[in-house]
């Protein structure tokens, strides 16, 4: 079946604009996570929703980062005005539901920002 | 508050030998584990999960890893690698989570880089 996917897979921003990256959970997945992961580092947790609501955020690096769930399927991560920080390779992951262990992992989304 | 500690940045074997990918994490409650792996420009793939019972835990291609609660370690183990193993070893842990039962935001170190020598 269909795994996690991301969109675009690629993106180029120039500092200062606004980026949003798509997540598609596999299909009836209740929770849904983003990660960060800078050159070389291992993925760091940003934020989590369990179908629609967020129930942690504690990752996310500064108020620019915003992300959300409306229907509690397909997620959006949205990084307003850019910082050369930003860059990186945002991952998805989900799982079937709040008690499941195993994330699976969509390919993510590399981000430069110039 | 918990954390990952992979030991080696880069690990380069030769095909065909054993090969072991050191984890450490410190956390102050019960932990579940896990090790991924990413092949380039690609998502990560679980290989095996340690969430209780039997320490030693068997996973995909291959791999085994030990759960040693008194070394807080998790280290990862092949017999015999291949060339196609070539790869980022990311071990992770999780804690319980918020469903009470679940574990959520994984903590991740900052990977082994698997170099498999012909």
């Known amino acids: 079946g269909a795994g996690v996917s991301q969109s675009p897979r690629y993106k180029v921003a120039k500092r200062g604009q606004d980026v949003a990256l798509r997540c598609d959970p596999i299909?009836?997945?209740?929770?849904l996570f983003w990660y960060q992961q800078a050159l070389g580092q291992g993925p760091e947790f940003l934020t989590y929703?369990?179908?629609?609501?967020?129930?942690?955020k504690s990752g996310l690096p500064s108020d620019r980062f915003f992300a959300e769930r409306p229907e509690g399927s397909v997620s959006t991560l949205k990084i307003q005005r850019t910082q050369q920080e930003d860059s990186a390779v945002y991952l998805c992951?989900?799982?079937?539901?709040?008690?499941?262990?195993?994330?699976?992992f969509g390919p993510g989304t590399r981000l430069t920002v110039t | 508050a918990q954390s990952v500690t992979q030991l080696d940045s880069q690990v380069p074997v030769f095909e065909e030998a054993p090969v072991e990918l050191r984890c450490n994490y410190s956390?102050?409650?019960?932990?579940?584990l896990f090790w991924y792996v990413q092949y380039p420009n690609q998502g990560l793939q679980l290989l095996l999960k340690?969430?209780?019972?039997?320490?030693l835990v068997k996973g995909i291609n291959g791999f085994e890893a030990e759960f040693n609660k008194s070394q807080t370690s998790f280290h990862l183990r092949k017999p015999s690698v291949h060339i196609s193993d070539t790869a980022e070893y990311f071990c992770?842990?999780?804690?319980?989570?918020?469903?009470?039962?679940?574990?959520?935001?994984?903590?991740f170190g900052k990977g082994t880089h698997l170099i498999i020598q012909p």
């Open positions: 929703f369990q179908n629609e609501a967020q129930l942690d």
């Open positions: 992951a989900s799982s079937l539901w709040a008690g499941a262990y195993e994330q699976y």
């Open positions: 340690y969430l209780s019972g039997s320490t």
């Open positions: 992770a842990v999780s804690s319980e989570g918020y469903s009470g039962g679940g574990a959520d935001g994984l903590t």
């Open positions: 956390s102050s409650v019960s932990v579940y």
């Open positions: 299909s009836g997945h209740v929770s």
